[in-house]
């Protein structure tokens, strides 16, 4: 420090009385603020500090000029009036996670400062006498709170910035998979910014999987890999499948990048560990066809009811397909094939529905049909041709046979 420097601070110190010898000494070095930051870059360079590779240097030489003097200026006993005096130490916080700097890199710079200061408060109190340097030490505790509040504030900045950034990074994604749901997929733009913000590919095998409200991928249900629920994370080795979610109204929806993993193999790893309704769709190959696999996948969840835990997979459930996709050709199909049969009072319809599904999954056999049931071939015989008065046809007629197929389809699915 310069002699009038150091006289300038001997008389603050003196005016002051018993006030902190702190403040006179940071006045002092608020002179010197040029000087301090010249030095204060140089050892940043000396040091290698990778702040520096991200940063153009006049940025971090303003940077620390601003730092610095708020901090002095702190210490001095007048910081702004009219804000939070590490606002600024924040915002830089802010700034440097903006640019890619790590935290680490940006507390590096802090502590260089930090020795730095430290030593010319030092240096100027032993300049002036032991007296001042003794109070300087005495009275260092605020001195050191200032910087770890300082430092503090650097790393909330930076913290803050990086939420916010994954906030927006999130966001960012959710819209781009809106748009591949949503058709759009087929426009050049879409699917590229789809390869570069989600990393899929332009081709691929691609399912969506759509899962009712109250099923999370976040948390119980989900695996430490991106938003895979744990019955896939268990059922798959590392990085065998990329998988993108996103909730929307009372779903979530999966948009997956199969590799080289058969699809039953995902239908059945999450059959295993199935808490709510489930659609998957079939495969399609190109980002462009994902709305396609989307509604695929909803309308696989709206083949299992309400009420019911499962999974569907939309090429297992075609016949389902499509009477949920055409419900009103489903109904009259169903009134038209069943007839008087559906007027039964419910137990007797139900019990004839059954028989008759019985012997459908049977190959057509009586006998086969009475061993699910638990009741005799005769007793079958009999409900099929109770069932055949009612629908006013024979079950031997294939027309019949494939209608009543459909129209059992039609009244079991929600």
């Known amino acids: 420090m310069s002699t ?6 001997e008389g603050q110190v003196e005016l002051a009385g018993r006030t902190p010898v702190v403040r006179g000494l940071a006045e002092g070095l608020l002179r010197q603020l040029p000087h301090l930051v010249d030095e204060l870059m140089e050892l940043t360079v000396g040091r290698e500090v990778h702040y520096l590779e991200f940063v153009p240097g006049s940025e971090i030489r303003r940077s620390l000029h601003e730092n610095v003097l708020g ?5 001095a006993g007048r910081p702004p009036t009219d804000g939070d005096p590490l606002a600024v130490a924040r915002a830089w916080g802010g700034f440097r ?3 890619g700097v790590s935290v680490e890199s940006l507390l590096q710079v802090h502590r260089l400062a930090t020795q730095l200061l430290w030593e010319k408060l030092f240096d100027a109190a032993r300049a002036l006498s032991p007296e001042v340097l003794q109070r300087l030490l005495d009275e260092s505790g605020p001195v050191w709170d200032a910087l770890d509040s300082y430092s503090q504030a650097f ?7 990086e939420v916010d950034h994954r906030r927006r990074s999130t966001e960012h994604r959710e819209t781009v998979i809106d748009a591949l749901i949503e058709g759009r997929g087929v426009e050049p733009a879409v699917a590229a910014e789809a390869q570069v913000t989600l990393g899929l590919p332009a081709r691929g095998r691609f399912v969506v999987i759509a899962v009712a409200d109250g099923t999370a991928v976040r948390g119980e249900h989900e695996g430490p890999r991106d938003g895979l629920p744990r019955a896939l994370h268990h059922a798959l080795p590392p990085h065998a499948v990329t998988a993108l979610w996103r909730r ?4 979530h929806l999966g948009l997956l990048e199969l590799g080289a993993v058969p699809l039953r193999r995902i239908v059945d790893a999450l059959a295993s560990g199935a808490a709510r309704r489930v659609g998957i769709s079939c495969e399609v190959d190109s980002l462009a066809d994902i709305a396609t696999a989307y509604h695929c996948a909803e309308t696989a969840l709206q ?3 309400a009420d019911a835990r499962g999974v569907a997979a939309f090429d297992d459930h075609l016949l389902e397909a499509l009477v949920v996709t055409s419900p009103h050709v489903a109904q009259r199909l169903a009134r038209h094939t069943f007839g008087r049969l559906l007027d039964c009072p419910e137990e007797e319809r139900e019990l004839l529905l059954a028989t008759l599904d019985a012997w459908f999954r049977g190959g057509c056999s009586a006998a ?3 061993d699910e049931l638990h009741c005799h071939r005769n007793t079958v015989l009999n409900r099929l041709r109770r069932v055949e008065t009612l629908t006013g046809s024979a079950l031997d007629d294939d027309r ?3 209608a009543c197929r459909m129209a059992l389809v039609a009244v079991r699915c929600p």
């Open 400 to 402: 019949h046979q494939l």
């Open 248 to 251: 929307r109204a009372d779903r």
């Open 97 to 99: 996670a903006q640019e």
């Open 71 to 75: 901090f002095l200026r702190i210490l």
């Open 155 to 161: 790393a909330d900045g930076h913290r803050l910035a």
């Open 4 to 9: 009038r420097g150091i006289a300038s601070v």
């Open 303 to 305: 083949t299992l009811p």
């Open 368 to 370: 086969r049909a009475a």
